[in-house]
C-alpha cells in the first residue's frame, strides 16, 4: 500500500498511534492527463473542483454535488458496520438475531426510495452508476479508477460501483473521502503499531515465517516456523489470507470437507503491480497547471471509462495491459524524509498485470519488459521522465506473493463482490473470524469487512477472541 486513508479512527485513537509517531499528511486533490496537452484536474478545494468540471462539462459540475451526496449517503450506511460482527443470518443465537434486527432497522430507517437505491447501488457496475451523473469522458474515467484499484475486475462488471465506493469509506483528520501520506511511508504504520504493542508489554518477531498451525484433537495447540522451531500457544490468530492459512498451514485432515472446497472456490485473483521509481530531480508534466497543489497528489492519464475497461480484457486474456491504468503519486513532493534533497521517489500502482502470463512465466527478461512498458507509457506525458529516472523496482503480482505472501499478490486478499462480503466473507458459517479448528483465528481482510490498511478486520477479531476467553474488551 502506498496511501492511508481507510484506517480506522477509533482505531488510531485506542491503541494511541500518534503518540508513537503515526502522522498522516492529508494531499490535495489529483489530475489525469490528457494525451491532446490538456487535463483534468481533481482539487481538494470544492469551489476549484467545480469550476474545473464546469470546464470540461457544466452539466457535471451540477451533477457532482449530487453524486457526492449520494455516495456518502450509502458510506453513512455502510460505515458503522465495519466494526461490527457480521451477523449469521442461519443462526438462531440471540447475539446474530440481535445484531440482524439491528440492520434491519437501520436500513428500514432509509426509507423506501433509499433502500432500493441501496439494494441496486450493491449489484451495479461502476461504470453504470457513474453514467447516471456524468457526461464528460474525462471525468468518469478519472473517478472510475476507485472501482478497480486492486480487484479482478473492470469498471463494467457487476459489483465494481462497491469497490469503488469502498475507497471512499476513509478519512483523515475528520475528512469523509480524503486521502493522505503517512509520514516516513506506509511502514510507520508497522513501526506505530509495533511500538503500541510493545508498551502493552506484547513482543513481535520479524523473518519467522509459519511452516504450519499445528493442531492436536481439533485444536490449535501453536505454530512451527520455517525454521523448525515450534511456539506453543492457546490461541493462534492468522492474518494470512483465507487460501495460505488454510490451504498452506493447516493440513487438510483437521477440517471439514465442504469448508476446504468453499476456500479453494474463494476468488483471489492477481490483477495489479508495484513500481517504485527513483529520480534525480522531479519530472515535468507539460499538461498540469505548474507548481499546482494536483502534483502533490494522485496522477492519471486514462481518459475513458472504455480505456480503462480495455486495460481490464488484456488482463483477462493473460497480457499486461496495452494501455494500462496508472495510479501515481509522489510522496518526497509533501514528506521530505523519503528521498534525499532534490531527489524523488514516486510510487506507481498498475492495472492490470497477469498473475500467470499467457506466454509463460515470469521470468527477468519478461519483467524487464513489463516494467519498460508502463516507463514508456508514462514518459509520453513526461519528455524528461527516462532522463531523470534513476532506477525503478518491478513487484508483478507474483512478486508480491513471494515477498508478502499475498495469493496472487491480490492487495484485497480476496475481491470484494456481493458473494464475497459480511456473512459471506470468507466462508459462510464462518465470517465471524472464527474456524472449524477451535482457537484458530482469522483477522486479516479475508475476513470482513475487506481489504485496504484499515484494522477493522483486526479490532472485529479481537473482540471475538476476548469474547471466548471470557474477557472484557
Request: charged residues 25%; neutral net charge; hydrophobic residues 35%.
Amino acid at each position: 500500500s502506498y496511501v492511508c486513508s481507510l484506517l480506522r479512527p477509533e482505531i488510531m485513537r485506542q491503541l494511541e498511534l500518534a503518540k508513537f509517531g503515526l502522522q498522516v499528511i492529508p494531499y490535495e486533490g489529483g489530475a489525469t492527463m490528457m494525451a491532446n496537452g490538456d487535463h483534468y484536474a481533481a482539487y481538494a478545494n470544492p469551489d476549484a473542483k467545480r469550476r474545473e468540471m464546469a470546464r470540461h462539462s457544466k452539466r457535471d459540475a451540477e451533477a457532482y454535488a449530487r453524486y457526492g451526496n449520494d455516495v456518502m449517503r450509502q458510506c453513512k450506511f455502510i460505515r458503522p458496520l465495519l466494526m461490527r460482527t457480521p451477523p449469521d443470518p442461519t443462526s438462531f443465537k440471540p447475539k446474530d438475531f440481535m445484531e440482524l434486527l439491528w440492520l434491519g432497522k437501520r436500513f428500514h430507517a432509509m426509507g423506501e426510495k433509499r433502500m432500493y437505491e441501496t439494494i441496486r447501488f450493491f449489484t451495479m457496475s461502476a461504470a453504470d452508476y457513474l453514467d447516471e451523473y456524468f457526461e464528460s469522458d474525462v471525468i468518469k474515467g478519472h473517478l472510475s479508477g476507485s472501482s478497480v484499484i486492486g480487484t479482478a475486475l473492470g469498471p463494467r462488471s457487476p459489483g465494481s460501483a462497491y469497490v469503488l465506493l469502498h475507497h471512499y469509506m476513509g478519512e483523515v483528520d475528520g475528512h469523509a473521502g480524503s486521502w493522505g501520506f503517512a509520514r516516513g511511508g506506509m511502514g510507520a504504520i508497522t513501526q506505530a503499531l509495533a511500538k503500541s504493542l510493545q508498551a502493552s508489554g506484547g513482543n513481535y518477531m520479524c523473518d519467522a515465517g509459519v511452516e504450519e498451525i499445528l493442531v492436536s484433537e481439533g485444536r490449535a495447540r501453536g505454530v512451527r516456523l520455517e525454521s523448525g522451531e515450534e511456539l506453543l500457544a492457546p490461541v493462534v490468530v492468522s492474518n494470512l489470507d483465507v487460501k495460505r492459512t488454510f490451504l498452506k498451514t493447516i493440513k487438510e485432515e483437521h477440517l471439514p470437507e465442504d469448508f476446504v472446497t468453499r476456500v479453494r472456490n474463494f476468488r483471489i485473483r492477481g490483477s495489479s503491480a508495484k513500481i517504485n521509481m527513483a529520480f534525480d530531480g522531479l519530472p515535468s508534466w507539460p499538461s498540469l497547471p505548474k507548481d499546482s497543489p494536483i502534483l502533490k497528489g494522485d496522477l492519471h492519464y486514462s481518459e475513458s471509462l472504455d480505456e480503462v475497461e480495455r486495460a481490464y480484457d488484456d488482463w483477462k486474456d493473460g497480457r499486461w495491459s496495452t494501455v494500462p491504468y496508472i495510479d501515481m503519486i509522489m510522496p518526497s513532493l509533501i514528506d521530505p524524509t523519503m528521498a534525499p534533497e532534490g531527489k524523488h521517489f514516486l510510487s506507481v500502482f498498475v492495472q492490470y498485470c497477469p498473475y500467470k502470463p499467457a506466454v509463460g512465466e515470469w521470468t527477468p527478461e519478461l519483467k524487464q519488459q513489463f516494467g519498460q512498458h508502463v516507463i514508456d507509457a508514462i514518459a509520453r506525458y513526461s519528455p524528461d521522465f527516462k532522463q531523470k529516472l534513476l532506477h525503478a523496482e518491478v513487484r508483478t503480482p507474483l512478486d508480491l506473493e513471494r515477498e508478502v505472501g499475498l495469493t496472487e499478490g491480490n492487495i484485497f486478499q480476496g475481491e470484494l463482490t456481493m458473494d464475497q462480503l459480511a456473512f459471506n466473507r470468507p466462508v459462510p458459517g464462518y465470517a465471524q473470524y472464527r474456524t472449524p479448528v477451535k482457537n484458530v483465528y482469522l483477522c486479516g481482510s479475508s475476513t470482513h469487512p475487506g481489504g485496504g490498511v484499515m484494522g477493522a478486520p483486526g479490532a472485529n477479531a479481537a473482540r471475538e477472541i476476548l469474547s471466548d476467553l471470557g474477557r472484557s474488551h
